[in-house]
Nanobody, 119 residues
Framework: QVHLVQSGGGLVQPGGSLNLSCAAS????????MGWYRQAPGKERELVAL???????TYTDALKGRFTVSFDNAKNTLYLQMNGLRPEDTAVYLC?????????????WGQGTQVTVSA
């Protein structure tokens, strides 16, 4: 069972940038869908971005152009580069992986990391 460990996050001023990381505990050498989600206080968890083993990416429309998702196969690490941050981006950010192969499917969540955008 793969485990995900997140790093990055913290406090940033409006307009600033942050880069979140999500390291997988083992090589993911089968099909996968990896993603970033976020949950703000009092709100439901929402999708931020997805990336698949085929290299396709998907973003929530409101975040296109400001956030970029990527996966480094050599490091087994998922990234989320966030630019032009706004107070409304404040949330706990979580990474997720869905792995699928001939034996079935499995998934895992990262532990979450707080991102606070405030002057």
């Amino acid at each position: 069972q793969v485990h995900l460990v997140q790093s990055g996050g913290g406090l940033v001023q409006p307009g600033g940038s942050l880069n979140l990381s999500c390291a997988a505990s083992e090589m993911i050498d089968s099909g996968y869908i990896m993603g970033w989600y976020r949950q703000a206080p009092g709100k439901e968890r929402e999708l931020v971005a997805l990336i698949t083993s085929a290299g396709t990416t998907t973003y929530t429309d409101a975040l296109k152009g400001r956030f970029t998702v990527s996966f480094d196969n050599a490091k087994n690490t998922l990234y989320l580069q966030m630019n032009g941050l706004r107070p409304e981006d404040t949330a706990v950010y979580l990474c997720h992986v869905l792995i699928y192969d001939a034996s079935g499917k499995s998934d895992a969540w990262g532990q979450g990391t707080q991102v606070t955008v405030s002057a």
